[in-house]
């Protein structure tokens, strides 16, 4: 028999947060980890746990030696769970998520440069009428697309040159070109060959370590790979390494924009062979239906719409 097989007629609100409740379990693994999202106590998502086991007839999750681990029951609820729970979801009437009156905390997870685009723009355009919105940025880490899994982020902003597993949804925003930050003194023509490029020194940013970063991906599908100096995990810092230096700082468009303000550097044009590449938004499927998640997505979609 179906562990779904509930009497489903008689399921209330109460019954859906239980099942909720069950997923985030399912993802931690960790009572202590689980009842911090659930913005309960110990002892309540203890007591959470017990509903749930009562409810199932089963464990559903017990301890062992690495920590708690799924039953065979609890692993057939959280994979039936995760198709059903939006379409269960969308069946008891979820109301639209009102940004002016309701509040929502999202987090979000992207490289600076990213961030240095969508940011000012949600800050300017979203958030004086979303009054109880609150945007948590945490840092772009090797673990993003497994926290979005395990419910810790809730929207993950990469480039399209990260590889998505099939289980998330990925969504297009908008597409990104290279330009390259010089001292203002700097000798450099406004529009480098790939020649010069190479012969300069630059500063590299690679957000993670030891992944190469597009442009040396870009070169390197020519066989060629430029010369650095500085290496730094941030597009902001880098920028602050550049003036009264002959050094090459390679940005996106966020990043160009902040260079362009300051008066001690000058944005170029990047040689052609260093081609653009898209910025896409990436969220776990059991939040398709969520109405606060589908309200963020929509203002991400509008704002990319804009750049």
């Known amino acids: 028999m179906c562990i779904m097989d509930m009497r489903w007629k008689r399921l209330h609100q109460a019954d859906l947060n239980l099942l909720v409740a069950f997923m985030v379990f399912a993802e931690e693994l960790n009572v202590s980890a689980a009842a911090k999202r659930l913005l309960l106590s110990q002892s309540a998502a203890s007591r959470t746990l017990d509903r749930l086991r009562e409810q199932f007839e089963d464990d559903l999750m017990v301890r062992g030696r690495g920590g708690y681990q799924l039953t065979p029951a609890g692993v057939r609820l959280q994979r039936e769970l995760a198709r059903l729970l939006p379409e269960l979801e969308g069946v008891m009437g979820r109301p639209a998520f009102d940004a002016e009156t309701e509040e929502a905390t999202f987090r979000i997870t992207g490289p600076d440069n990213v961030c240095a685009v969508l940011g ?33 982020v809730d929207v993950a902003l990469s480039n399209d040159d990260v590889l998505v597993p099939e289980h998330l949804r990925a969504l297009m925003l908008y597409r990104e070109q290279w330009s390259c930050v010089v001292a203002k003194e700097s000798g450099l023509a406004d529009r480098l060959t790939l020649k010069r490029y190479l012969e300069a020194e ?61 008066r001690e550097l000058r944005v170029i044009e990047a040689p052609p062979e260093i081609t653009g590449f898209g910025f896409q938004a990436v969220w776990h499927p059991r939040l398709d239906s969520d109405p606060a998640h589908t309200w963020l997505r929509g203002q991400l979609v509008r704002l990319a719409g804009e750049l």
């Open 120 to 152: 000012p723009l949600l800050c300017r355009s979203v958030l004086p009428k979303a009054h109880g919105v609150k945007l948590l940025f945490v840092p772009w880490s090797e673990s993003a697309l497994e926290d979005l899994d395990r419910g810790r």
């Open 202 to 262: 630059h500063i590299v940013v690679s957000v993670l370590d030891g992944v190469q970063s597009i442009p040396d991906k870009r070169l390197a599908a020519l066989g060629k790979r430029r010369r650095w100096s500085v290496r730094m995990p941030y597009f902001g810092a880098a920028l602050e390494c550049v003036p009264r230096t002959e050094l090459v700082l390679t940005v996106t468009s966020g990043v160009a924009k902040v260079a362009r303000a300051r």
